[in-house]
Nanobody, 123 residues
Framework: VQLQASGGGLVQAGASLRLSCAASGRTDRGYLMGWFRQAPGKEREFLGSISRDGGSTYYADFVEGRFTISRDNAKNTVYLQMNSLKPEDTAVYYC?????????????????WGQGTLVTVSS
């Protein structure tokens, strides 16, 4: 499966932004989907994931309810809604997918990565 992330940009602190991740290729299979980010000079970190049917989500503790992951399987698209953005949210955001045969949701080792989309939050 191929993943294409979009929706990044420059916003002011306190703003909201929605990222999209469109999947193509073997979308007929089931995938656990998630979002990661990598800030300059830091390691990539896990943000959250959503089960193959969209019925369950899981978030890293530091997300603090500001981020929401959803998916529309009919459109083969996963979303990351980010609210109350802070300058420390500045990073390249990546969507990721893992082939799955169940409805697990949580941290995972990705099989597939999108190319990343840059989010810059100014103070």
């Amino acid at each position: 499966v191929q993943l294409q992330a979009s929706g990044g940009g420059l916003v002011q602190a306190g703003a909201s932004l929605r990222l999209s991740c469109a999947a193509s290729g073997r979308t007929d299979r089931g995938y656990l989907m998630g979002w990661f980010r990598q800030a300059p000079g830091k390691e990539r970190e896990f943000l959250g994931s959503i089960s193959r049917d969209g019925g369950s989500t899981y978030y890293a503790d530091f997300v603090e309810g500001r981020f929401t992951i959803s998916r529309d399987n009919a459109k083969n698209t996963v979303y990351l809604q980010m609210n109350s953005l802070k300058p420390e949210d500045t990073a390249v955001y990546y969507c990721a997918a893992k082939r799955t045969y169940n409805y697990y949701v949580g941290k995972f080792e990705s099989d597939y990565w999108g190319q990343g989309t840059l989010v810059t939050v100014s103070s």
